[in-house]
């Protein structure tokens, strides 16, 4: 493990006992609300860094009880953003309670089309919504003017192939899963529908531009990226161990294989393992300041072992795209590193778009396989008491893990979503960007800029599948060691930046 | 293409979070299995619901006479209410959210042109909690919010059956506000 020594020394404080432990308000809990806290020393050195995260608790309650059959539709309203990929993490894990070890040829490319579909509309969202405003205007732009709508103004050819993109993605899933939302695509043993030849036909109508925005909008970023070279692999950019999904050569892979997880040096940790025994690789840590877990690879201990998950641990751990604009573009991005795994937490935004390119490539090479018209749709075996389904979400692993009883009802289920396997990730590469733009005891717009751009890489799900209007500010806190807050910045859900006074809750002109 | 577009939009398990899309479901039994009058007047009416707003939802926009996006609102000081969309420019830092302004603005800037007239019917929310029901005070804002919606969709549709160009569609009573408000 090659951290960073001050990034290690950061981790935690020397003498925890002595700082205060940050309540969370419960409103806070619905709202989505995201909130940084920043601890400082007596010289002011920033000794701990977190990014509260406080929406995963409940999952387990909201599935236990329920019957395994009702679980592929119901944690869809887990994640509003990604709900196709908890549909399929559910239904490999049912497929396992049902005893379907090998789903038909159709029933499994259906479900990757739909995978491919869900990934690439979320990819596409993510950087044309919200990263490319970042990366096109440069991070000390106005915030009136850095966002998507920045973007439609300045780009409009951009911002409207990044709708046009993610729409086609949402058709996917729509024929695929029989839907817009809530479908029903994927059940226990297969799927319920082919494609028919009007639906593949009307997909690969658009695909060939789809595959030309995804083309240019990874040539957009790399050049984006290497404008600057010095800046982009320094900011957010922290040492981490990688894990994710890899087919059985090694190749990229998103729906289904073995995992593998490397150091930051690429060097290998474990490799094909069956995702079935994930409590043996990985554990997770409670830690008293979070209500989320933070997973580590069980090998390393919790002191080295976290690891990151998403687009930047895919890219730089497969050894291959097997789709050829993809897989050129990987050769890139890898000569990027020059010998070594990229770190920086803006290469994440390249990764995805290389993704979202082999996505549309995919999709086509999928189209015209004729499987995906087929009429047999489900398998079925023995029923077994235990399911544990992974899949590549977008923005990194996803488990699902179900135990049921002789009545087939949940008796026990635990997951563990892509932002909590990034816990640790994110809060190192919000540490290194608060420790090196934090000057003395005073918090700045800038530094908060700063801050959001580090946690827009990730995406993380702060408020998942809840929107009720009026919500997702973000509160920025200084804390000294004797636990006393010094500033407290928030910013609102209209971009406006306010200091608030100490002892209150309210914004303060 | 139906001329009216109601969209509701929340989280069915997110307790309150399901008011739009449970207004939805309350207008989509109307729609199969209310009176005759009922099913007719709303057959102008096309219901969309998802989990939250986002840019392609803009394309939903499209050839639409009004629009009407339904939301949760947490707070709201009013059992509901209906207010004109202004396209708005509302920056994020996660993907996880767009407004209602938002979405028209990013209509009128991909090529579509001038968006349609919209509303936000906004509904008081109190609980939010995963796997809980709506609560018992939203379920009572959700019947009042669902007989205005009802009466204000079916009154102007039946202007429109007879003939005449109903209010809330009429470009020439609204189209000096939008213009006014649009740039």
């Known amino acids: 493990m090659h951290r960073h020594p001050e990034v290690a020394r950061l981790e935690s404080a020397p003498e925890p006992a002595g700082l205060r432990r940050v309540a969370i308000d419960p409103l806070t809990r619905v709202e989505g609300h995201g909130k940084v806290t920043l601890l400082q020393d007596n010289h002011n050195r920033i000794q701990q860094a977190r990014l509260h995260i406080v929406e995963f608790r409940g999952f387990e309650k909201f599935i236990q009880g329920r019957p395994y059959w009702e679980l592929p539709v119901m944690v869809q309203r887990l994640c509003g953003i990604c709900p196709v990929s908890h549909h399929l993490a559910a239904a490999k894990a049912t497929d396992q309670l049902v005893g379907a070890d090998q789903l038909t040829p159709t029933a499994e490319k259906v479900r990757r089309l739909m995978h491919l579909g869900q990934t690439l509309q979320s990819h596409a969202l993510h950087f044309f919504h919200l990263s490319s405003p970042d990366l096109l205007f440069g991070f000390d732009d106005a915030v009136a003017h850095r966002n998507i709508i920045g973007v439609i103004q300045d780009h409009p050819e951009i911002a409207k192939q990044g709708v046009l993109l993610r729409k086609y993605g949402q058709e996917v899933i729509r024929v695929t899963s029989g839907k817009r939302i809530h479908g029903t695509g994927a059940i226990p043993g297969g799927v319920n529908k082919a494609l028919t030849v009007a639906e593949r036909d009307y997909l690969l109508a658009d695909v060939e531009q789809m595959i030309a925005w995804g083309e240019t909008a990874v040539q957009l970023m790399k050049r984006v990226f290497l404008s600057n070279p010095d800046y982009h692999y320094r900011f957010g950019a922290v040492d981490a161990n990688t894990l994710s999904l890899v087919g059985p050569d090694g190749a990229f892979e998103l729906y289904h294989g073995g995992l593998r997880a490397r150091d930051p040096d690429g060097g290998e940790i474990f490799d094909h393992q069956d995702y079935r025994q994930y409590d043996e690789l990985l554990r997770e840590e409670i830690k008293p300041w979070s209500y989320m877990k933070f997973p580590f690879i069980a090998s390393l201990g919790p002191e080295a072992g976290w690891y990151r998950v998403g687009p930047l641990a895919r890219v730089n751990n497969c050894e291959r795209f097997d789709t050829p604009l993809a897989e050129q573009e990987r050769e890139d991005f890898r000569a990027a590193g020059e010998g070594r795994p990229l770190q920086a937490a803006l290469a994440t935004h390249w990764a995805r778009l290389i993704e979202l390119l082999h996505c549309a490539e995919a999709i086509k090479e999928l189209l015209h396989d004729p499987d995906l018209l087929g009429d047999d749709l489900m398998v079925v075996g023995d029923r077994r008491p235990k399911g544990i389904g992974v899949v590549e979400a977008p923005r990194g692993t996803l488990f699902h893990h179900y135990e049921i009883d002789e009545d087939g009802l949940v008796r026990k289920a635990n997951l563990i979503v892509s932002t909590t396997n990034n816990n640790q990730a994110m809060n190192a590469s919000i540490r290194q960007v608060a420790a090196h733009y934090l000057d003395g005891r005073e918090l700045t717009e800038p530094l908060l800029n700063h801050i959001e751009v580090a946690i827009r890489a990730y995406d993380p799900c702060l408020s998942c599948a809840t929107h009720a209007m009026g919500q997702m500010p973000l509160e920025l806190e200084l804390v000294d060691a004797a636990g006393r807050c010094l500033d407290r910045l928030y910013k609102g859900p209209d971009g406006r930046v306010e200091r608030i006074a100490e002892g209150t809750d309210s914004p303060v002109a | ?183």
């Open chain 2, 1 to 183: 293409m139906a001329p009216l577009l109601v969209f509701g939009y929340g989280n069915p398990s997110r307790g309150d979070d399901a008011l739009g899309p449970a207004l939805i479901q309350r207008l989509a039994d109307l729609q199969a299995e209310g009176s005759p009058a009922e099913r007719s007047l709303l057959q102008g009416v096309e219901l969309l619901t998802d989990f939250q707003l986002q840019p392609e939802h803009a394309l939903d926009l499209v050839g639409r006479e009004v629009v009407f996006l339904v939301d949760a609102d947490a707070s709201l000081d009013a059992p509901y209410r209906l207010e004109p969309i202004l396209p708005a420019q509302t920056p994020s830092y996660t993907t996880h959210e767009m407004s209602p302004g938002a979405l028209l603005w990013v209509y009128g800037h991909i090529g579509l042109g001038q968006p349609p007239p919209s509303y936000l019917l906004r509904i008081r929310g109190f609980h939010f909690a995963l796997g809980d029901p709506l609560s018992t005070s939203a379920r009572h804002n959700l019947d009042l919010a669902v007989a205005f919606l009802e009466s204000l969709v079916t009154s102007e549709s039946r202007r429109c059956a007879h003939g005449r160009h109903a209010s809330f569609y009429c470009a020439s009573r609204w189209s000096p506000y939008w213009s006014a408000i649009w740039r």
